[in-house]
DNA sequence: AGTTGTGCTGAAAAGCTTTTCATGCAAATA
DNA sequence: TATTTGCATGAAAAGCTTTTCAGCACAACT
């Protein structure tokens, strides 16, 4: 069934049928009603793919995350946001999951083109730069989420990662601690690992507490990482940070299930803080002390940035956005002074 | 850029081009490496909506679930199965939420329909009867996941929330409950959510406890509707359940935190069962016990019986599957007598 | 009555592939 | 030498829309 079996039942030219379904020209009331009838009763539904090719245009805007699993991200909420505005802008998504494999990126990236979407959402977490020789001479739009991109000079919205670390780690400063353990992420370029870990670091300096290396141990975000990471930390009794900065709440439950194993307590024994504020994060035990992050915003504003990118008329000359944060207090740290 | 272009660049026709880009039949030496190195060079990539439209084949799945966020939901590794078997057999995904909107399914398979996706694998939550009309007469190859649909005759992968939800309250009942809690989720036809309380009900009228309508609430599969469902469990000190099956992990948190706040201990003073065995269930405090529902074997099975549904020269006759459980204890249940 | 204008309509082109079919040429056979 | 075979190639059709452009009929003017 296609636009020539409605335009031969309805006894019209497919031009008719076309201005019918897409209200592009005036019909006269006879033609449009019977065009309406034939469409209601076959259900017949146009084949966007003909539309697209001859439009060139598909309405489909790629999203590429890159996490292990769906339900270990934090990132949900930032794609709600993108699908309403998507949605209210009549765009359709394609969402694509890398799962942390750089040359699964790039494979997405040659799907998107082929699949000629109008423009790409990208999650990123640290391959950027390994794809700049093709990002370079690359014709679609695309908004780089979560990550700087100064080098590949592309417009990004991002969490203030590096600030709101180091407000984190000043927080368990302030709070007495002086011996603070730090499970990061791996350091790749402008990623949001690196700029937390550099945010730990500032702290410290600021403070002039001196860095111990040995206290600074690599998770990759999942619990079971974080698990790991702390048990690194409290391997010996006699020497134990008295509080722990876990760059993503998924990893600082890991740590706390790890410090329960061994028998401390959190926070009694140790303090515990995370980062990301992901939707469990206040309904665990103890209630996870973190970082909040708007990731309602980040899409948001990526998808909207995106959108004034792909609209030739006025294009927008803003094309960094900072996403702001707050600090939750609640029950994973508590002051040092109190043990 | 397009495939003339191309041709032009290396003095032979399109034909050819396609040819080599496609490997469909022999091209000569000289020939071809020409072609290969204008491709190169260029970064050429076939329109993939010609193409498609030209062989009316898209290679495309469409992946329909239904969740309010994803990050709160069991099914990212059945999601991860599902890719790599799709991968495997070269199709892409397009996955699509409903976020729990009756409505809003309707429209995504709509546009399935004009995106002409090869075939769809329906994460069902409840709406499939609303959208029997529309479904009955729909050509495109679907499978269902997580829930029956004899009504609407369509191959189906489920778990086996009957039986597994009545494992889960006669092991509650071996543990000297008489008196259970539950927290269940709407009662849509042949959905999970109605087998599941139908497995606690037998699990009830097989003992001989006579079931108690006051102990049974709904929640809506969200951390926040278990706590409110634990509320009301709660809500009188001299009347309560001494233990609670939630059908859901995310509800069980929602639980566990509630009693928490209302100063009972899980499991001294009060035992909780989950569903699902979400990747944080066992690094919640306590760890849940809970039914660990084989998520991976569901995606796979479905996007196999899809496969070999989309296969018309040996058609498959298996349509149905039902997956295995098992119980894990853990520690957010323990036995009557000891409390 | 002749001209201009208006309002619908349909034919045809364009968008980019894949695929079929016919052709030309060289090699192999009779 | 004449004929057949085989291979590589290109022209053209098909797949389904949207959109432009020209045309037609009729009404409204001068």
């Not at 793919?49 to 245009?57: I, P, S, V, Y």
């Amino acid at each position: 069934m296609n636009i020539k079996d409605v335009a031969n039942c309805a006894g019209v030219s497919i031009s008719t049928v076309s201005r019918v379904i897409n209200n592009t020209a005036k019909v006269s009331e006879d033609a449009r009603k019977r065009v309406e009838a034939v469409l209601k009763e076959t259900g017949y539904r146009p084949n966007s793919l003909a539309r697209e090719l001859q439009q060139n245009k598909t309405y489909t805007i790629g999203v590429l995350i890159c996490v292990t699993e769906l339900s270990m991200s934090s990132l949900s909420q930032s794609i709600n946001a993108i699908t309403d505005v998507l949605k209210a802008n009549n765009y359709n998504i394609m969402l694509a999951n890398s799962r942390y494999h750089a040359d699964e990126e790039l494979s997405i990236f040659n799907t998107f083109k082929e699949k000629r979407v109008d423009g790409i959402l990208y999650f990123a977490a640290g391959f950027a730069k390994k794809h700049y020789a093709m990002l370079k001479n690359y014709k679609i739009p695309i908004v780089m989420i979560g990550q700087k991109s100064n080098y590949i000079d592309m417009p990004y919205v991002i969490h203030d990662d590096f600030y709101a670390a180091k407000t984190a780690t000043e927080y368990l400063i302030q709070m007495g601690h002086q011996d603070i353990g730090f499970i990061g992420l791996p350091d790749y370029d402008e990623a949001a690992g690196l700029e937390r870990k550099k945010g730990y670091k500032l702290a410290h300096e600021m403070n002039n507490i001196p860095l111990n290396p040995s206290r600074m141990t690599e998770g990759d975000f999942s619990i079971e990482s974080g698990y790991e990471a702390m048990k690194i930390l409290l391997k010996n009794p006699d020497d134990r940070p008295t509080a722990v900065f876990a760059t993503t709440d998924f990893m600082a439950i890991g740590a706390i299930s790890c410090a329960n194993e061994m028998g401390l307590k959190v926070p009694d024994d140790i303090s515990v803080m995370g980062f990301d504020d992901v939707h469990v994060a206040a309904f665990y035990q103890p209630p996870l002390t973190t970082i909040h992050t708007d990731t309602h915003a980040v899409g948001t504003k990526a998808a909207e940035l995106l959108l004034s990118l792909m609209d030739k008329e006025n294009p927008n000359k803003i094309t960094k956005y900072v996403a702001s944060y707050s600090l939750m207090e609640r029950g994973s740290v508590r002051p040092l002074s109190s043990i």
